[in-house]
């Protein structure tokens, strides 16, 4: 193993030079600490929640704001519960289909037009009712 070099720095090294402090990490006694930069995903959350709070989708955090609202964690709790049960739902469904043989009645598509006419009126109806409802209101305040 060869032994250190004793030589000497070269004098630009040893400080003579205004960019020598960059050159050696030294932070320079005149400029204040630049702060940190943030990580892009700090970056990403606070261009959305900026973005939410302009279009009125989400309301500014105050100095008065406390802890979240209650209904938010029930709101969070219910959401959880309806995955896993949709979860245990298929995976109960996926069991009972891989283990069966031949379905009875076969499966066969038999469409029955008197009654796709009938869930088709019902929902233009149910589309259409409120719509016009609320124009016709609108128009007759007008008049």
Sequence with gaps: MAEPSRAQPPEWWAGSDEDSALARDEPDSDEPDRPAEPSWATVVATTL?????????????????????RWRGLGLLG????????????????RLTAGAGEPLPP?????????????????????LLPAFALTRARFREAS
């Design 49 to 69: 929640r900026l973005w939410l709070e302009r279009h009125g989708l989400r309301r500014p955090a105050g100095p008065a704001t406390g802890s979240r609202p």
């Design 79 to 94: 959401l959880v519960l309806v995955v896993f049960a949709a979860g245990a739902l298929t995976v109960a469904l996926i």
């Design 107 to 127: 499966l066969r598509l038999a469409v029955d037009w008197p009654l796709v006419a009938i869930a088709l009126a019902a929902f233009l109806v149910a589309a």
